[in-house]
């Protein structure tokens, strides 16, 4: 009987560094999800402060209306209208780019589309238009940048 005995202990023993082994993986289991859980909320918490940051929301209190920020429609894109927006933006691209003036110097042809299609310049120079008024500042200010701004054939690369 001796030899069954010690087969039992054996076993035993045996059971007993397996459950041992489980509860210890248990445990460092649930230490790591532990771990993971705070991490996470740190991500959060970091990624909430970075939105906060970048949340201009208030500013627009201070900001003028503009005739297009009044007007919002809301246009909803399905199948067809996709379509359709990829067709228009696709001729508009290969109109610009057959465009001969556009093919000669693609730099200044952009400058002069901007110049055209840019609303009218800042309020304070309406202004300062309207009165008749020009501080010597505002002409000292207009004839360095007038001097500094580079031509348009100077553009070329």
Request: hydrophobic residues 25%; charged residues 35%.
């Amino acid at each position: 009987m001796t030899g069954s005995r010690k087969q039992e202990l054996n076993s035993k023993k045996k059971l007993e560094k397996k459950l041992s082994f489980y509860s210890k993986v248990k445990d460092t289991v649930t230490s790591l999800n532990a771990k993971k859980a705070i991490s996470k909320k740190k991500k959060q918490r970091s990624r909430q402060k970075k939105l906060k940051a970048y949340d201009f929301s208030e500013l627009s209190e201070f900001l003028p209306e503009t005739a297009s920020s009044q007007k919002q429609t809301e246009v909803k894109l399905n199948c067809k209208s996709k379509q359709a927006l990829v067709q228009r933006e696709s001729a508009q691209l290969n109109a610009v780019l057959n465009n001969p003036q556009f093919q000669l110097d693609p730099f200044a042809a952009i400058h002069q589309h901007l110049v055209l299609t840019q609303p009218p310049s800042s309020m304070k120079e309406d202004d300062s238009v309207k009165t008749g008024k020009k501080s010597r500042k505002d002409k000292k200010r207009k004839k360095k940048k007038n001097s500094a701004l580079p031509t348009t054939e100077s553009m070329d690369i």
